[in-house]
């Protein structure tokens, strides 16, 4: 024990704080610092999900699951509005998640 304490007391105030971090808040830190450029962290997880599009549907259907979802994502519980230039980015990062699933990054 130092100080009446017991040596893991520090270690349990550290966890319960990690636990407390807003993953949304985190995800939606912007990485680019432009005003025509707009990638979060929230991106890689849209890359991801065009990698994961390209096994399910071809490049028309995915783009009309692209588009539809970032149209309709406003409206999702939880979801802060998001800025025009941010809409078109994700669409622009998932589409080349598409792409590169694909192969088409060579053309």
């Keep these: 024990m130092l100080?009446?304490?017991?040596?893991?007391?520090?270690?349990?105030?550290?966890?319960?704080?990690?636990?407390?971090?807003?993953i949304k808040n985190w995800l939606g830190t912007r990485i680019t610092h432009s005003d025509w450029i707009y990638i979060d962290y929230w991106s890689v997880l849209h890359f991801i999900w065009g990698w994961v599009l390209y096994a399910k549907f071809n490049?028309?259907?995915?783009?009309?699951?692209?588009?539809?979802?970032?149209?309709?994502?406003?409206?999702?519980?939880?979801?802060?509005?998001?800025?025009?230039?941010d809409t078109v980015w994700d669409i622009i990062?998932?589409?080349?998640g598409y792409l590169a699933a694909g192969g088409y990054a060579s053309w």
């Design 59 to 85: 490049v028309w259907l995915a783009l009309v699951i692209i588009i539809g979802y970032e149209l309709i994502e406003p409206y999702f519980i939880g979801f802060k509005p998001e800025g025009n230039i």
């Design 3 to 22: 100080n009446g304490t017991a040596p893991t007391a520090g270690i349990h105030l550290i966890i319960q704080k990690r636990n407390k971090v807003d």
């Design 93 to 96: 990062i998932t589409f080349v």
